[in-house]
Protein backbone atom coordinates (compact mmCIF):
# COMPACT_ATOMS: atom_id res chain seq x y z
CA UNK A 1 0.00 0.00 0.00
CA UNK A 2 1.25 3.49 -0.50
CA UNK A 3 2.53 5.57 2.35
CA UNK A 4 3.45 9.22 2.96
CA UNK A 5 6.18 11.11 4.95
CA UNK A 6 6.18 14.28 6.60
CA UNK A 7 9.69 14.38 7.96
CA UNK A 8 9.20 17.29 10.03
CA UNK A 9 6.70 17.66 12.82
CA UNK A 10 7.02 21.55 12.95
CA UNK A 11 8.57 24.24 10.54
CA UNK A 12 9.21 27.62 12.06
CA UNK A 13 9.99 30.63 9.81
CA UNK A 14 10.19 34.44 9.66
CA UNK A 15 7.27 36.33 7.82
CA UNK A 16 8.81 37.45 4.82
CA UNK A 17 11.15 34.11 4.53
CA UNK A 18 10.68 31.29 1.57
CA UNK A 19 9.37 28.31 3.36
CA UNK A 20 9.31 24.88 2.51
CA UNK A 21 7.24 21.47 3.83
CA UNK A 22 9.02 18.37 3.05
CA UNK A 23 7.11 15.22 1.90
CA UNK A 24 7.71 11.92 0.55
CA UNK A 25 5.76 9.12 -1.13
CA UNK A 26 5.68 5.90 -1.61
CA UNK A 27 3.35 4.43 -4.01
CA UNK A 28 3.80 1.25 -6.23
CA UNK A 29 2.36 2.52 -9.39
CA UNK A 30 2.17 6.79 -10.87
CA UNK A 31 1.17 8.32 -8.40
CA UNK A 32 -1.32 10.99 -7.65
CA UNK A 33 -0.40 13.82 -4.78
CA UNK A 34 -2.07 16.28 -3.09
CA UNK A 35 -1.74 19.17 -0.41
CA UNK A 36 -4.35 20.28 2.18
CA UNK A 37 -3.86 22.78 5.01
CA UNK A 38 -6.03 22.89 8.24
CA UNK A 39 -6.46 26.05 9.97
CA UNK A 40 -7.61 25.78 13.67
CA UNK A 41 -11.10 24.08 14.07
CA UNK A 42 -11.68 23.49 10.53
CA UNK A 43 -11.58 20.82 7.70
CA UNK A 44 -9.16 20.42 5.41
CA UNK A 45 -8.83 22.58 2.07
CA UNK A 46 -7.34 21.13 -0.91
CA UNK A 47 -4.04 23.82 -1.60
CA UNK A 48 -2.91 21.91 -4.92
CA UNK A 49 -2.62 18.29 -6.64
CA UNK A 50 0.16 16.32 -9.24
CA UNK A 51 -1.37 14.05 -11.52
CA UNK A 52 0.37 14.00 -14.30
CA UNK A 53 2.71 16.91 -16.58
CA UNK A 54 4.76 20.21 -15.68
CA UNK A 55 6.72 18.48 -12.06
CA UNK A 56 6.10 22.58 -10.73
CA UNK A 57 2.65 22.60 -9.92
CA UNK A 58 1.20 26.22 -8.24
CA UNK A 59 -1.66 25.84 -6.12
CA UNK A 60 -3.63 28.52 -4.20
CA UNK A 61 -2.54 31.43 -1.58
CA UNK A 62 0.61 31.67 -3.98
CA UNK A 63 1.73 27.94 -2.83
CA UNK A 64 3.59 25.66 -4.94
CA UNK A 65 4.76 22.12 -5.27
CA UNK A 66 7.88 20.11 -7.16
CA UNK A 67 7.29 16.80 -7.98
CA UNK A 68 10.45 15.28 -7.57
CA UNK A 69 10.17 11.28 -9.46
CA UNK A 70 13.79 10.30 -8.98
CA UNK A 71 13.62 11.42 -5.12
CA UNK A 72 10.09 10.41 -4.72
CA UNK A 73 9.05 13.89 -3.07
CA UNK A 74 6.66 16.42 -3.25
CA UNK A 75 7.62 19.29 -0.80
CA UNK A 76 4.83 22.40 -0.51
CA UNK A 77 7.10 25.76 -0.96
CA UNK A 78 6.07 29.16 -1.10
CA UNK A 79 8.60 32.40 -1.43
CA UNK A 80 7.47 34.07 0.89
CA UNK A 81 5.32 33.15 4.21
CA UNK A 82 3.05 35.51 5.85
CA UNK A 83 1.87 35.10 9.30
CA UNK A 84 -1.96 33.99 8.11
CA UNK A 85 0.10 30.83 6.63
CA UNK A 86 0.51 29.39 10.18
CA UNK A 87 -1.63 26.39 10.23
CA UNK A 88 -1.59 22.02 9.90
CA UNK A 89 -0.30 20.82 6.17
CA UNK A 90 -1.26 17.33 5.13
CA UNK A 91 0.78 15.66 2.09
CA UNK A 92 -1.56 12.45 0.57
CA UNK A 93 -0.81 10.22 -1.78
CA UNK A 94 -3.16 7.97 -4.26
CA UNK A 95 -2.48 5.16 -6.35
CA UNK A 96 -3.94 5.91 -9.87
CA UNK A 97 -5.17 2.32 -10.16
CA UNK A 98 -7.30 2.80 -6.43
CA UNK A 99 -9.23 6.16 -6.64
CA UNK A 100 -10.15 5.57 -3.44
CA UNK A 101 -7.51 4.35 -1.26
CA UNK A 102 -5.97 7.99 0.11
CA UNK A 103 -3.08 7.88 2.79
CA UNK A 104 -1.86 11.02 4.43
CA UNK A 105 1.05 11.76 6.35
CA UNK A 106 0.96 12.99 9.83
CA UNK A 107 0.83 16.48 8.99
CA UNK A 108 3.78 19.03 9.66
CA UNK A 109 2.76 22.20 11.16
CA UNK A 110 3.80 24.91 10.15
CA UNK A 111 4.46 28.77 12.49
CA UNK A 112 5.17 31.68 10.73
CA UNK A 113 6.53 34.55 13.45
CA UNK A 114 6.15 38.43 12.62
CA UNK B 1 -16.64 23.39 1.78
CA UNK B 2 -17.63 21.93 -1.00
CA UNK B 3 -21.63 22.01 0.08
CA UNK B 4 -20.89 19.37 2.61
CA UNK B 5 -21.97 19.46 6.43
CA UNK B 6 -21.81 16.88 9.60
CA UNK B 7 -23.89 16.43 12.02
CA UNK B 8 -23.40 17.26 15.33
CA UNK B 9 -20.65 19.27 15.19
CA UNK B 10 -19.23 17.95 19.03
CA UNK B 11 -20.12 15.22 20.94
CA UNK B 12 -19.62 13.63 24.45
CA UNK B 13 -21.07 10.21 25.30
CA UNK B 14 -19.97 7.08 27.30
CA UNK B 15 -18.26 4.05 26.58
CA UNK B 16 -20.60 1.04 25.36
CA UNK B 17 -23.29 3.39 23.77
CA UNK B 18 -24.44 3.42 20.05
CA UNK B 19 -23.29 6.90 18.15
CA UNK B 20 -24.07 7.78 14.79
CA UNK B 21 -22.80 10.81 12.60
CA UNK B 22 -24.20 12.03 9.58
CA UNK B 23 -22.43 13.37 6.53
CA UNK B 24 -25.00 15.78 3.75
CA UNK B 25 -23.69 16.69 0.88
CA UNK B 26 -25.95 19.15 -1.32
CA UNK B 27 -24.17 18.41 -4.79
CA UNK B 28 -25.26 14.86 -6.07
CA UNK B 29 -21.24 13.65 -5.30
CA UNK B 30 -21.31 9.98 -5.98
CA UNK B 31 -17.92 9.17 -3.76
CA UNK B 32 -18.08 10.09 -0.04
CA UNK B 33 -15.61 9.15 2.05
CA UNK B 34 -15.28 8.76 5.94
CA UNK B 35 -11.90 9.84 7.78
CA UNK B 36 -10.49 10.32 11.52
CA UNK B 37 -7.87 12.46 12.58
CA UNK B 38 -5.87 11.32 15.43
CA UNK B 39 -2.13 13.09 16.47
CA UNK B 40 0.61 11.60 15.13
CA UNK B 41 -1.47 9.79 12.25
CA UNK B 42 -3.27 12.81 10.16
CA UNK B 43 -5.61 11.19 8.46
CA UNK B 44 -7.25 7.83 7.96
CA UNK B 45 -9.87 6.05 6.14
CA UNK B 46 -12.42 4.48 7.99
CA UNK B 47 -15.41 3.27 5.06
CA UNK B 48 -16.13 4.98 2.24
CA UNK B 49 -18.94 4.69 -0.65
CA UNK B 50 -19.32 5.09 -4.09
CA UNK B 51 -22.69 4.56 -4.44
CA UNK B 52 -26.23 4.44 -3.22
CA UNK B 53 -25.96 1.03 -0.78
CA UNK B 54 -22.49 0.72 -2.21
CA UNK B 55 -20.01 0.97 0.50
CA UNK B 56 -16.52 -0.37 1.22
CA UNK B 57 -14.22 -0.87 3.99
CA UNK B 58 -10.84 1.63 4.31
CA UNK B 59 -7.49 1.50 6.69
CA UNK B 60 -9.76 1.36 10.13
CA UNK B 61 -12.93 -0.18 9.68
CA UNK B 62 -12.95 -2.22 12.73
CA UNK B 63 -15.75 -1.40 15.02
CA UNK B 64 -17.46 1.24 12.29
CA UNK B 65 -20.16 0.77 9.96
CA UNK B 66 -21.70 3.13 7.27
CA UNK B 67 -24.49 3.00 5.45
CA UNK B 68 -25.91 5.48 2.40
CA UNK B 69 -29.81 4.80 1.56
CA UNK B 70 -29.60 8.23 -0.42
CA UNK B 71 -26.86 10.15 -2.77
CA UNK B 72 -26.52 13.12 -0.19
CA UNK B 73 -26.56 11.68 3.15
CA UNK B 74 -23.77 8.89 4.43
CA UNK B 75 -24.42 7.61 7.41
CA UNK B 76 -21.21 6.34 10.72
CA UNK B 77 -22.11 4.57 13.30
CA UNK B 78 -20.46 3.41 16.31
CA UNK B 79 -22.26 0.33 17.80
CA UNK B 80 -20.71 0.49 20.67
CA UNK B 81 -18.41 3.34 21.46
CA UNK B 82 -14.94 2.82 23.17
CA UNK B 83 -12.48 5.31 24.25
CA UNK B 84 -9.85 4.38 21.22
CA UNK B 85 -12.80 5.92 19.02
CA UNK B 86 -12.20 9.50 20.93
CA UNK B 87 -10.97 11.28 17.59
CA UNK B 88 -12.36 14.02 15.38
CA UNK B 89 -14.11 12.84 12.30
CA UNK B 90 -14.16 14.37 8.53
CA UNK B 91 -16.41 13.02 5.87
CA UNK B 92 -15.48 14.21 2.16
CA UNK B 93 -16.44 13.95 -0.96
CA UNK B 94 -14.75 13.46 -4.57
CA UNK B 95 -15.27 15.25 -7.20
CA UNK B 96 -15.06 12.79 -10.39
CA UNK B 97 -14.52 15.87 -12.75
CA UNK B 98 -11.48 17.15 -10.63
CA UNK B 99 -10.83 14.23 -9.01
CA UNK B 100 -10.00 15.25 -5.97
CA UNK B 101 -11.22 15.28 -2.23
CA UNK B 102 -12.79 17.63 -0.29
CA UNK B 103 -13.89 17.55 2.85
CA UNK B 104 -16.58 18.65 5.63
CA UNK B 105 -15.74 20.75 9.00
CA UNK B 106 -15.57 17.55 11.08
CA UNK B 107 -16.92 16.03 14.52
CA UNK B 108 -15.50 16.22 17.29
CA UNK B 109 -16.08 13.21 19.37
CA UNK B 110 -15.32 12.16 22.65
CA UNK B 111 -15.71 8.67 24.25
CA UNK B 112 -15.75 8.41 28.09
Known amino acids: AQSVAQPEDQVNVAEGNPLTVKCTYS??????LFWYVQYPNRGLQFLLK??????LVKGSYGFEAEFNKSQTSFHLKKPSALVSDSALYFC????????????FGAGTRLTVKP | DAGITQSPRHKVTETGTPVTLRCHQT?????MYWYRQDPGHGLRLIHY???????DKGEVSDGYSVSRSKTEDFLLTLESATSSQTSVYFC???????????FGPGTRLTVL
Open chain 2, 49 to 55: SYGVKDT
Open chain 1, 27 to 32: VSGNPY
Open chain 2, 92 to 102: AIRTEKADTQY
Open chain 1, 92 to 103: AVRDRGNNNDMR
Open chain 2, 27 to 31: ENHRY
Open chain 1, 50 to 55: YITGDN
